[in-house]
């Protein structure tokens, strides 16, 4: 943190994982659903709803719309999970990765470095074909998903503001005989892997029935943790798995605003740190565009768990801890190296008035918001 005259200066913020399409569903699913019954699965329902919809234009469109926003709040690199890759019926483009390509041009245009974590998805359950919007998500091999993943390597490359990463989807969503291959076709090439774990019990309980493991437990069996390697929601998890992921010094990604949201429950913040798990934090669905409430949300869902305050004990203060997550591991989950530069925070917002000095930035952490953020 440097202070200049009017301005706090700070590390830029990063949003390691993001649905960038999701924002256009923003007040659509706020209100009871048909079925009487709302869990994350009749949200996911809304969701694929206008999965199918999208166009080339409308997800460019969208994508600009949800970026310039997590701009104007202070994040200048986003993780784009990316899994809407063909037509409604499943019939790839003639350009295999304009979907791709139209929500990266709509990162750039917006000032954002992207990285595009390219999502292979290959089944609606273990045993079950892709189903309705499920089908643009899909290829029906993992040699044509990872020659998309390869073509857009290779369209980028020159790109210091543009990353390519492999994310396959989820336990559910990838067969185990698949996860290795990933495992291996990311380490040869040094790329960042990405994929949702342990957001949902039922995701949990389907895994155990197919392979007889838990999620991380089958992931660490493949091979696929490594310090490459973001596990994104890491929700459910039991007592050991957080020490699996830790030894191989990979990430967490927490989302906390979109897991609050979708009733996914809360992390145990202080097992996957005591593991040496590295944290980061997404906005995932964009339901609020508010990082400062992703950042502090991993410390406050903690507190809601525990019955404790400042559960996050360590070098610094723990607005430093926070920030750091918020800031460089989220860039780093990104495959980035650093921040990417700083971000103004305005000295004489509302929300900072009466502030000492010296606690500055725990008051940015703690009670900020977008509107303090300079653009
Ligand atoms: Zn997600």
């Not at 007889?212 to 437990?217: A, F, H, S, W």
Request: glycine share 10%.
């Amino acid at each position: 943190m440097r202070l200049t005259a009017g301005a706090i200066e700070l590390p830029a913020l990063a949003s390691a994982h993001s649905h960038a399409f999701q924002r256009g569903m923003r007040g659509e699913a706020q209100r009871p659903g048909p079925s009487g019954s709302d869990d994350f699965w009749s949200w996911r329902t809304a969701m694929y709803a206008l999965a199918a919809s999208l166009t080339p234009e409308s997800i460019h469109a969208i994508s600009k719309v949800a970026y310039r926003e997590l701009r104007a709040a202070g994040v200048r690199t986003v993780g784009e999970f990316h899994y809407v890759h063909h037509q409604p019926d499943g019939a790839p483009y003639a350009d295999r990765t304009v979907l791709a390509d139209a929500v990266i041009e709509a990162a750039r245009a917006e000032g954002l470095r992207i990285a595009l974590l390219r999502v292979v998805y290959a089944r609606a359950g273990a045993g079950r074909a892709p189903e309705g919007a499920q089908r643009r998500f899909s290829d029906g091999s993992l040699d044509a998903a990872l020659a998309d993943v390869e073509a857009l390597r290779a369209r980028y490359a020159g790109c210091d503001d543009v990353r390519v990463g492999v994310a396959p989807h989820s336990v559910r969503a990838v067969p185990p005989a698949w996860l290795g291959e990933i495992a291996r076709y990311a380490a040869e090439r040094g790329l960042m892997v990405h994929m949702h774990v342990a957001e949902q019990p039922a995701e949990i309980e389907a895994c155990l029935a197919e392979t007889g493991r838990r999620p991380v437990e089958l992931l660490a069996e493949r091979g696929v943790l490594s310090e490459r390697f973001v596990a994104v929601h890491a929700t459910h998890l039991a007592p050991h798995e957080p020490a699996l992921l830790g030894a191989a010094r990979a990430f967490a990604c927490l989302c906390p605003t979109t897991e609050r949201d979708l009733g996914d429950g809360l992390p145990d913040v202080g097992a996957l740190r005591g593991a040496g798990v590295r944290l980061c934090v997404g906005i995932d669905s964009h339901v609020i565009t508010d990082p400062f409430e992703d950042l502090r949300g991993v410390e406050l869902g903690e507190r809601l768990r525990t019955g404790k305050r400042v559960t996050l004990r360590g070098e610094g203060t723990p607005a430093e801890a926070l920030w750091e997550i918020g800031s460089r591991r989220g860039a780093e989950a990104c495959g980035f190296a650093d921040a990417g530069g700083s971000i103004s925070i305005r000295r004489d917002a509302p929300a900072l008035a009466l502030v000492r000095e010296e606690r500055l930035l725990d008051a940015v952490v703690y009670s900020g918001s977008p509107a303090i953020v300079d653009d």
